[in-house]
Each structure stands twice: as structure tokens, then as C-alpha cells.
């Protein structure tokens, strides 16, 4: 609560927090491919061939070509960082190319993402790469109104106790901000880039996606009427 000059009024600020929860009804997950070869040539071939395996595989689960955007493509040299017994002058050498080609995937269907988490898996082989799984609400809007509603009772009922407490009237709002964040599930940690493909379908749990809305109020103080 801060006390003010003759000329502005007091005022206190408060901030309430509101939570709601909903199931997921969509997935984000980045997938693609990761190969290391003898030159560039053959590790940009090697790279585009698993690539549109992976794409392939993702259209044939059912994966909308509007739900899929290349995320990243790299190409980087690939160099001999081992200890020599004598130091040669100049550059490390390079001993290969490794190239990389990642797809970020927007699942519609939750449940349906193990499965198509094992085509990709399958169809790049050994440079299969998974990563970043995140789960979220396509529309958000109405989980959102409910924490807002929450975070803003909440925000109400501790300025009517404090002002209670001070033995002052609460008055109109004279500010308010608005923040808010969204909590899914943990990210995946990367998979593949070398090792064997999954032998099986991945077990994926999306749990609950939380939204929190924090409503930072400034109210008026008003003194009671003397009686």
C-alpha cells in the first residue's frame, strides 16, 4: 500500500495469479536426419535421401504437408580433434562432412504421435534425430478466460482483505497488466544421430498442458466517511 500527497489519492497493488488446465490436443516435436560421410557430396546425398524417407513416412501416417516446416539445414566440416604427438601447423584437417535436415511437425492427433515418432525413426535409420516434444492447446482461448478470471478474483479478494486490514475502503481499479504463461510437458531429449533406430514405438504421455495468468491491479484507497 503506498500513501500518497494531498493530490493523488492512496493506492495498493496486488497481483493474482489464475490457473486452468486442459488436455492436449496437439503435439510439436522436431524430427529429421543427422548423417556424417567422407565428403560433402556424399553426406548432402546420403542426408536428402533420408529426408524425403522421413517425409514420405510422416505423409503416409497422415502428417498434413501443412504441418510440416524445415526448421534447420546444415552443412559443417567435420574435423580431426585428436591428439597428435607432434603438432602440425596450421588447421586441423577435415575427416568428413556432417550434415543435418530438421522438420518441426505440428500432430493434431496426440495420440496417434508414438506411432508416427517410430515411422520417422524407421525411415532414417541410423541418422534418425528426435527432438523438442512439446505438447499444447490448439485453441487456447477458453482455458485462457478461466485462469484470467481466476487470477483476477484472486487479485480482488487480497485487496479487499488488505484494505480490511487497514481499515480503509477499496476504491476503482486506476491500472492493470496482464501476464501469462503455458506449461506442457517437459522436452524430449535428442535422439539418434548415429545410433540404431528405435526397435520400438516410444511410450508418449501428454499429460495435462496448464495455463497461468497473473493480473497485476492498482486500486484506489478511499478513507470511510466519518459517521
Do not use: C
Not at 527432438?131 to 499444447?136: A, D, E, P, Q, W
Request: charged content about 15%; proline content about 9%.
Amino acid at each position: 500500500m503506498t500513501s500518497s500527497s494531498s493530490s493523488r489519492p492512496m493506492t495498493i497493488d496486488v497481483t493474482g495469479v489464475g490457473t486452468s488446465s486442459t488436455p492436449p490436443d496437439a503435439a510439436m516435436i522436431d524430427v529429421g536426419v543427422q548423417v556424417v560421410r567422407p565428403t560433402v557430396g556424399e553426406a548432402t546425398s546420403v542426408a536428402a535421401q533420408l529426408a524425403r524417407d522421413v517425409l514420405q513416412a510422416l505423409k503416409s501416417h497422415g502428417v498434413a504437408a501443412a504441418d510440416i516446416t524445415t526448421r534447420d539445414y546444415h552443412v559443417h566440416p567435420e574435423h580431426d580433434h585428436r591428439p597428435r604427438r607432434q603438432p602440425q601447423p596450421g588447421p586441423t584437417p577435415v575427416v568428413g562432412y556432417r550434415v543435418g535436415n530438421t522438420l518441426q511437425l505440428t500432430i493434431r492427433e496426440p495420440d496417434r504421435l508414438s506411432a508416427i515418432i517410430d515411422a520417422a525413426t524407421q525411415a532414417a535409420g541410423e541418422g534418425a534425430m528426435i527432438n523438442s516434444l512439446r505438447f499444447g492447446a490448439s485453441d487456447p482461448v477458453e482455458a485462457e478466460s478461466l485462469a484470467r478470471a481466476a487470477a483476477w478474483a484472486d487479485a480482488q479478494t487480497r485487496a479487499e482483505h488488505l484494505a480490511q486490514l487497514a481499515g480503509v475502503t477499496l476504491g476503482p481499479v486506476v491500472a492493470m497488466t496482464e501476464s501469462r504463461r503455458m506449461a506442457g510437458g517437459p522436452p524430449m531429449p535428442m535422439r539418434g544421430g548415429g545410433g540404431a533406430a528405435m526397435a520400438m514405438a516410444p511410450p508418449v504421455e501428454p499429460g495435462q498442458t496448464g495455463i497461468t495468468v497473473m493480473v497485476a491491479v492498482t486500486f484506489a484507497l478511499e478513507h470511510p466517511a466519518a459517521g
